[in-house]
């Protein structure tokens, strides 16, 4: 036993000392990776900072300096506001969907052949194509052959313009958001709970815990980390949010379904104002990265407590 | 192990029959829409028909393939050097290149288009993989 320890603690020295020596050879594995980096991401953005501050259509030689006018017309402008808003709205649907998702991860815990069939219904949505998730939901919305229409026709109630109503379509849209969208926190509540030490539910119930207070003081919190990261994917893709709602309404009607990189695109390949656009991508890229950073010091914050 | 009522077992089984059934009608409407008349089952056929498509399936096994390679390259040597190695700047670095996840690619198509065609890339599958590849290496890093 004495000559184990001893072994042991020797073993432990030299790995100890070998992880602490700084290996110069790090950067050459960083190398390519950072060459990448560098070169598509780094680049790309500092340009794109410098665009942001020019006014340029795209083809002509000239960037007219422009300074800071891009950035103080996008804060007034009333599209910049209505996409936020729209991405607000992606992100209660987001929501919904983790709820959901949850749920059915819950429901669908014991292995049976059943769950497995819905489990892939279910999922299936998230491995198609976003263009043909909405090129079909496009026809489904359709407002005189869409079948749900038809069936608001059969039971005799009002039809919609899902699509063409203003105040109606960016609900068309998050729905659709859902039905795509559910599938992914699904799984990944699947696999966090199945990766619960059972012992701990078991200790609950043997306390006296019934099913509904198990779930939400044993569940609930110990999948907090699982929340956190899908509330974080989620307020990315929601703000980034592009091709389902290009394809199902090009933004329209009236930009009541834009998002900002619609809208960016849009000023870019429609309008030519490069300038413009640039400029709305840097904010989005700044809305990022603040989100992103607030809601890690949120996490901070509450592990500390 | 979990015993269950067998109330609570037959409300769930509804439960998830009736939302599986509304889940899939979407995807059952694709495919009714895809043989439905005029056409019927010639829409496949023209599909299966069609000159282009061997060469757009070509396109995208080598442009994947190109990515798949290149980002498991870069991504597997700078995943070492980030666990198993000590250096100067590691965290900053490693949160530098996760910064990469949260830009928005509208950010990037304007300047990306100008590079990729300074390099004279343009219209080449290099031109495809190279930034697609830069994009994934922080994803398959972490």
Redesign the interface.
């Known amino acids: 036993m004495a000559v184990n320890a001893k072994r042991l603690e020797r073993v432990g020295r030299v790995t100890s000392t070998y992880?602490?020596?700084?290996?110069?050879?790090?950067?050459l594995?960083?190398?390519?990776?950072?060459?990448?980096?560098g070169?598509?991401?780094v680049?790309?953005?500092v340009?794109?900072l410098v665009?942001s501050l020019n006014r340029w259509n795209g083809t002509g030689p000239a960037w007219i300096w422009a300074g800071l006018d891009n950035f103080v017309r996008l804060f007034k402008d009333r599209v910049v506001s209505v996409s936020l808003r729209n991405s607000a709205i992606f992100v209660l649907g987001h929501l919904v969907s983790m709820a959901l998702g949850l749920i059915?991860a819950v429901?669908?815990k014991?292995p049976s052949r059943?769950?497995s069939?819905?489990r892939t219904?279910?999922f299936?949505?998230a491995v198609l194509a976003p263009t043909?998730v909405a090129v079909?939901?496009n026809?489904?919305y359709n407002t005189s052959l869409g079948?749900l229409n038809a069936i608001l026709r059969a039971l005799s109630l009002g039809t919609q313009d899902w699509l063409g109503n203003p105040q109606l379509a960016i609900w068309s849209v998050a729905f659709v958001g859902i039905?795509a969208g559910?599938g992914f926190p699904m799984i990944i509540y699947l696999a966090s709970l199945q990766s619960i030490n059972?012992d701990i539910s078991g200790a609950a119930r043997v306390d006296g815990a019934n099913?509904i207070q198990e779930f939400r003081f044993i569940t609930l919190p110990l999948l907090r980390n699982t929340h956190l990261v899908l509330l974080m994917l989620g307020v990315?893709a929601a703000?980034?949010a592009?091709d389902v709602p290009y394809v199902l309404t090009n933004g329209g009607p009236f930009n009541a379904t834009s998002t900002?990189?619609i809208y960016?695109?849009k000023s870019?390949v429609s309008l030519s104002d490069?300038g413009y656009?640039?400029a709305?991508?840097?904010f989005?890229?700044a809305l990022?990265?603040i989100l992103?950073l607030a809601q890690r010091f949120f996490l901070r914050e509450r592990e500390a407590n | 192990m979990q015993r269950r009522g067998r109330f609570t077992v037959s409300l769930s089984a509804v439960f998830l029959m009736i939302f599986t059934v509304i889940f899939f009608l979407p995807v059952i409407h694709g495919l009714s829409r895809s043989v439905s008349p005029p056409n019927g089952i010639d829409n496949y056929l023209r599909v299966l028909q069609d000159q282009r498509l061997p060469r757009y399936f070509i396109n995208s096994v080598i442009v994947s393939g190109g990515i798949i390679g290149l980002t498991m390259f870069s991504s597997t040597l700078a995943g070492y050097a980030f666990s198993k190695l000590e250096f100067p700047f590691k965290n900053v670095l490693f949160y530098v290149l996760l910064i990469t996840l949260l830009v928005p690619f509208s950010t990037l198509i304007v300047p990306l288009f100008l590079l990729v065609r300074g390099l004279g890339l343009y219209n080449s599958y290099l031109g495809l993989i190279l930034p697609q590849a830069a994009f994934a290496v922080p994803f398959f890093t972490v």
Not at chain 1, 19 to 27: G, T
Not at chain 1, 29 to 37: C, E
Request: charge should be positive.
């Open positions: 992880r602490r020596k700084v290996k110069w050879s790090a950067y594995y960083l190398l390519p990776a950072f060459l990448l980096f070169v598509f991401v680049y790309p953005v340009f794109n665009l059915l429901l669908l014991p059943g769950h069939i819905v219904v279910i299936l949505p043909i079909t939901w026809t489904i079948p039905w559910l059972p099913r990315i703000v980034q592009f900002l990189t960016t695109y870019v490069f656009g640039a709305l991508s840097q989005t890229l990022l990265v992103t």
